[in-house]
Structures are given as C-alpha cells and as structure tokens.
C-alpha cells in the first residue's frame, strides 16, 4: 500500500492508503491528533504520494521517540 504525504498549511502527516481519497480520510483523525484538547477545522491542502526521503525521515523520528530512555543500570 502506497503512503501519501497529506498536509494543512502548517502541518502534514505520512498516511497509508488505497488512494489519495482514503488518505484524506485517514489523515483528519491523524493531524487533529496533532493538537490535542483543541477544535480545529483541518484544510487539507496537499495529498501526493510522499518521497522516500519522507518516508525515511519519519521512520527515524518515530523511531527516536518511542525508544525509551537508557536504564541508569546501563552505563556502570
């Protein structure tokens, strides 16, 4: 399944999809998710297939912060 790059005008998220339709959908719940405890209206103003760098990138950052932190027990 392809991931689409989806993006407001100040935030995108990287969804898997079917098409770009059902990348639309899916990325709503995702970029509310963005601004949590807050009502937003969400204006999609971008959904193309995202490049591999793009793919690559936020493979790594969502590596990086679901990593917990090194036991204390680790560094003696």
Known sequence: ???F???TLARYVLVDAANETEARTLAIPALQALQPGRTVPIEIRTVRPASDD???LANWHRE?????APDASDWV
């Open 64 to 68: 990086m912060t679901e990593d917990p």
């Open 54 to 56: 793009e793919i690559e």
């Open 5 to 7: 790059y989806v993006a």
């Open 1 to 3: 399944m392809p991931t």
